[in-house]
């Protein structure tokens, strides 16, 4: 690989260790996004980090080089030589996992790899101590929120149904009442929030800085790299970022690692009052007889 090529991969590396914010977000996003800024012009990769075209112009130029374009081609031709590596070592394309001529049956074996390799990933990095104190957190606090954009509030919605059967009541607010929902709660409450990139530049992840001074128990469900949003939480339950932003087919990855976590989550939370919990859980059961297709319905 070219020197050139390695010096824009190590300057980003650097800048997403010690830079100021500005760059140092530029930084995250390009090493998170990888070859999917490819596909994204230059007021797109500036609109994904909230900053301007003169930030990433000044970024390129204390990497080296003379602008943006010529700073983004040794970067697209060093995260190519990454991702296949990863690609190898993973045996599938966690962006792209089948083609355009893919047959089901490839389909099927690419993303139960990637299911696999989620599975692997949670394992390896998600602390049973962080689990118990985070459920410890969620059973103690009065009020319980869960926060997520796009895909990941219906995986908020999905973890609250299983809390309800167990007597705890978590509120998942829409779009337009969150910012009023987050704003009502106080000390000892606890905000679950879960977001792939653990940006705090946009949403209600606006709201995470302040709700932390408020003594509002923040949890979050993000990856473990470069996430301000895990830095900035009492309770971090992270997985690796290992697939693009923009550039992919689905969140296959990341949607599987946030769901495995909210359902151990939510076991954990069972385990910890488990008698109390399973019978919560079968009054609930039974309150669904009559109301929905039997076999809808749990085996008992």
């Known amino acids: 690989m070219p020197d050139t090529t390695n010096k824009a991969l190590r300057y980003a590396h650097e800048a997403s260790l010690g830079m100021p914010s500005s760059i140092k977000d530029v930084a995250d996003f390009l090493l998170s996004e990888g070859t999917g800024i490819a596909d994204l012009t230059m007021a797109q990769v500036a609109a994904s980090v909230y900053t301007s075209k003169p930030t990433l112009v000044r970024f390129a130029k204390r990497a080296g080089y003379t602008g943006w374009k010529d700073y983004r081609h040794d970067f697209l031709l060093a995260m190519q030589e990454v991702e296949r590596r990863r690609a190898e070592q993973a045996d599938v394309d966690i962006n792209y996992p089948f083609g355009e001529d893919a047959e089901p049956g490839e389909i099927v074996q690419s993303l139960i790899r990637i299911q696999h390799l989620a599975t692997d990933e949670v394992q390896r990095h998600v602390s049973h101590t962080e689990l118990v104190r985070t459920a410890h957190a969620i059973l103690s606090a009065p009020n319980v929120m869960l926060i997520g954009g796009h895909q990941n509030h219906y995986r908020c919605q999905s973890f609250a149904t299983n809390m309800c059967t167990i007597g705890i009541l978590c509120h998942v607010p829409t779009a337009d009442q969150t910012a009023s929902a987050l704003r009502a709660l106080s000390e000892g409450d606890c905000v679950i929030m879960v977001s792939y990139s653990g940006s705090l530049n946009h949403g209600p992840f606006l709201f ?78 039974e309150g669904l007889v009559g109301i929905i297709p039997h076999d809808f319905a749990s085996s008992e």
Do not use: M, W
Request: aromatic share 10%; proline share 5%; charged share 20%.
């Open 208 to 285: 995470a800085p302040s709700l932390k001074e408020q003594g509002v128990h923040l949890v979050a469900v993000t990856n473990a790299q470069r996430s301000p949003l895990g830095g900035i939480a009492e309770y971090a339950l992270t997985y690796r970022p290992l697939e693009h932003y923009h550039g992919k087919i689905g969140p296959f990855y990341s949607g599987a690692c946030t769901t495995l976590i909210l359902d151990l989550l939510y076991a954990t939370c069972f385990s910890l009052r488990y008698r109390e919990s399973d019978t919560s859980r079968r009054t609930a059961t």
